[in-house]
């Protein structure tokens, strides 16, 4: 039996604006994300509970579960700079002309 393929779609790069997100909000998320992502390795790294993160950055426990759990909307770029910040994570941003 013959199927047939599934069309394909070029990707922007930005797998926010491929989700129809405006560019500059698309761009937002995925910064946010990257911050996320970048956080919870951090805390893994140092085998940290939730608990013990927490009170290293200053927030309530809750607050390291929805980060955990993607809840990208909770969290603000300025937040997510600071919670990094308190794990030792240095950030470098690079800055690019967009098509």
């Not at 405006?22 to 911050?35: Q, Y």
């Not at 290293?56 to 969290?75: A, T, W």
Request: glycine share 6%; with cysteine.
């Amino acid at each position: 039996m013959t199927s047939n393929p599934v069309p394909m779609t070029q990707s922007s790069g930005n797998v926010f604006e491929d989700l129809g997100f405006s560019r500059k909000e698309a761009e937002n998320l995925r910064i946010r994300s990257e911050l996320m992502i970048s956080i919870r390795k951090r805390i893994e790294e140092l085998g940290l509970t939730q608990e013990e993160a927490a009170r290293r950055m200053r927030v309530r426990q809750p607050r390291v579960s929805d980060l955990f759990c993607g809840k990208i909307g909770r969290f603000s770029t300025d937040a997510l700079i600071n919670m990094a910040a308190s794990l030792n994570l240095s950030i470098h941003m690079t800055f690019d002309k967009t098509a």
